[in-house]
């Protein structure tokens, strides 16, 4: 049986696609990327926000019309659109024919085989019971891989539904992720990215108190060139860690640190941590301690009760702080959700101007710091030859996979994909550096 995987969303949910692609191997299955010609699409779903969803369905819809075509057989949904829209999906979508949901990733051979034969299988397993152990069929280039130690969240911010999605905080035991880190490394693994929806608490609901630094050291003695952090909450920042990512060479300085906003009054209504004062001072403590750390962020322009006043703060802080790096979103209303609910919901386009700003602003904060780059010799990860820009691509230490810039240089000989070279800038365009390989 030919099943084909198509994964939509962040790399957390990537890692379980990757997970029900080994399974369904192992079954003797033929896995494959390129739904035309299967027996079985699977498509893994994002269902967080709006645009989310409406890539998800325009998927569904899309291998609807190879189905009517009869280029495909029979179409498996999963991920946190069905988990999100179980009934719906059955009532509204018969372009499916089978439905799986966050707890279930574990049962794909079985519901493979149900759709096989002629069944409508539908699994909605416990979310927050579910494991992350088991094989997987790595998808990505082999020098870099995502790990993910942890999946759920008990942090249940008002604007967001992944709670609900994927269930509480779950850390895998460390001696899994260390055994999966070897296999990596030894796979080629060069830049290992570890991730959860927050990797701060790893550890606390396993061990009875947090262990990510001591993950961390433990991680740093495999043979990795660069580990990469995403994400930290800004509330989980204590002096172990920070020092352990300042004297670690191999922890990239590049954190991406998800604050949503700086207004105090906002943010407790959310049920996030800080104001502007205290995320003023951890920025400032991180780049005291850590030197030549890159931050990140992500910011909601909209959120229900923000004033003027409050985004006027928002691009005064951004401003004043110059983080390097921003994710700026418009609020999304989420039913389900208790900011869903609240009073002083902001008009859409008033919204979305804001993002426009906000955006403006940071993109001025980025240029600034690309100008500081300019003429000196920055280490790249290259990712390979770009025949459209007629050049090698890659990526610094600032530089994350798919959500940063990248590097864009000559040679003068071949650089192969995963290779780390020094590369002299010379020069910055729309955000991404120029420059040339340092001989």
């Known amino acids: 049986m030919k099943v084909a995987f198509i994964s939509l969303g962040c790399s957390k949910n990537l890692i379980n696609t990757e997970q029900m692609m080994a399974l369904c191997s192992n079954a003797g299955m033929e896995v494959t990327g390129e739904p035309e010609g299967a027996d079985v699409a699977v498509l893994n779903t994002c269902g967080f926000i709006d645009a989310a969803k409406s890539e998800a369905i325009e998927h569904i819809i899309a291998l609807g019309e190879l189905k009517d075509q009869g280029k495909l057989g029979k179409l498996l949904v999963c991920g946190c659109l069905s988990q999100r829209y179980r009934e719906e999906m059955k009532r509204e979508l ?45 998808t990505g280039p082999d020098y870099t891989a995502f790990l993910k130690i942890a999946e759920g969240c008990d942090n249940f911010c008002a604007f967001c539904i992944i709670p609900y999605l994927r269930g509480r905080y779950r850390s895998r035991p460390m001696e899994k992720i260390l055994a999966e880190a070897e296999t990596l490394a030894r796979g080629g693994t060069k830049e290992l990215i570890l991730i959860a929806q927050d990797i701060g608490p790893y550890g606390k609901d396993l061990y009875g108190e947090t262990k990510l630094t001591e993950l961390l ?33 191999k922890i990239v300085k590049y954190l991406d640190i998800p604050m949503q906003h700086c207004s105090g009054r906002l943010l407790k209504s959310m049920n996030r941590w800080g104001d502007r004062e205290a995320l003023t001072a951890l920025v400032e403590r991180l780049r005291k301690k850590i030197p030549g750390v890159v931050l990140r962020t992500s910011l909601i322009c909209g959120l229900p009760g923000e004033t003027e006043a409050d985004f006027e703060e928002l691009c005064d802080f951004i401003m004043s702080t110059k983080i390097e790096r921003a994710g700026v979103f418009q609020y999304s209303r989420e039913e389900g959700t208790r900011a869903a609910k609240m009073d002083g919901q902001v008009p859409e386009e008033i919204a979305a101007q804001r993002v426009e700003r906000l955006v403006r602003i940071q993109s001025q904060v980025l240029d600034e710091f690309n100008e500081s780059r300019l003429g000196r010799v920055l280490e790249v990860l290259c990712e390979g030859f770009d025949a459209g820009e007629g050049c090698y691509v890659g990526r610094t230490y600032a530089d994350s996979v798919e959500v940063d810039g990248r590097v864009l240089f000559t040679a003068a000989g071949v650089v192969p994909a995963g290779e780390f070279v020094n590369v002299r800038i010379t020069g910055s365009q729309d955000g991404d550096l120029t420059g040339e390989i340092e001989e």
């Open 217 to 249: 050291e433990k991680l740093c003695k495999l043979p990795f060139r660069w580990i990469r952090l995403h994400y930290l909450y800004p509330d989980h920042f204590d002096d172990a860690l920070i020092d352990c990512i300042a004297k670690q060479p």
């Open 94 to 138: 018969p372009e499916v024919d089978g439905l799986m949901g966050t707890g279930s990733y574990d049962q794909i051979v079985s519901a493979v085989n149900a759709l096989a034969a002629g069944e409508f299988p539908e699994d909605f397993g416990d979310i927050s019971a579910t494991t992350e152990e088991g094989e997987r069929f790595v």
